[in-house]
T-cell receptor, first 109, second 111 residues
């Protein structure tokens, strides 16, 4: 059974600081996705990572995938308040799309 | 833009009722998914479908069934609603090996 674990579950960080969210998964897969969810809203796609070593960047967020280690990271650079949201990773395996528990990020001044 | 539409934003049903949650997508996606989202548990996959009339169980299918008679529509059915099925339900669709697009969610309360 595919399991996807994220850590930390909750992250409170000061504006301007850097931090990394980790996503580990239990079975072979080379397709991983990152999503953002704002309170009361649905999920919005951030990144699609489709091969080992894939790296994608958008603004202050950068995602990477290491399929050998079964690990993806979402790195936040110089956080700003607008990044406050819950971030989910999701792994695809045999057409199933399984999500991690999410990381709730709060950025304060 | 991809649009995934769920029939209701909020729903209140009584214990034992049969409940239908409808989801429609307009981008000819093969895959469709139903998840429930609960605090601290993330999104858990209930059922998914990769083609018309095809369905596969996810991680928590007990108490639910699904129907996909047309490519654009994927219905989630609670045969006899119970209070532990109170949750946010999210529908999503995708092309094969592409990111999923989500509907706005249905917050179901079973009383």
């Amino acid at each position: 059974e595919l399991k996807v674990e994220q850590n930390p579950l909750f992250l409170s960080m000061q504006e301007g600081k850097n931090y990394t969210i980790y996503c580990n998964y239990s079975t072979t897969s080379d397709r991983l996705y990152w999503y953002r969810q704002d309170p009361g809203k649905s999920l919005e796609s951030l990144f699609v990572l489709l091969s080992n070593g894939a790296v994608k960047q958008e603004g202050r967020l950068m995602a990477s995938l290491d399929t050998k280690a079964r690990l993806s990271t979402l790195h936040i650079t110089a956080a700003v308040h607008d990044l406050s949201a819950t971030y989910f990773c999701a792994v695809e395996s045999y057409d199933k799309l399984i999500f991690g528990t999410g990381t709730r990020l709060q950025v304060f001044p | 833009d991809v649009k995934v539409t769920q029939s209701s934003r909020y729903l209140v049903k009584r214990t034992g009722e049969k409940v239908f949650l409808e989801c429609v997508q307009d981008m000819d996606h093969e895959n469709m998914f139903w998840y429930r989202q609960d605090p601290g548990l993330g999104l858990r996959l209930i059922y998914f479908s990769y083609d018309v009339k095809m369905k596969e169980k996810g991680d928590i299918p007990e108490g639910y069934s699904v129907s996909r008679e047309k490519k654009e529509r994927f219905s989630l059915i609670l045969e006899s609603a119970s209070t532990n099925q109170t949750s946010m339900y999210l529908c999503a669709s995708s092309l094969l090996s592409r990111e999923a697009f989500f509907g706005q969610g249905t917050r179901l309360t079973v009383v």
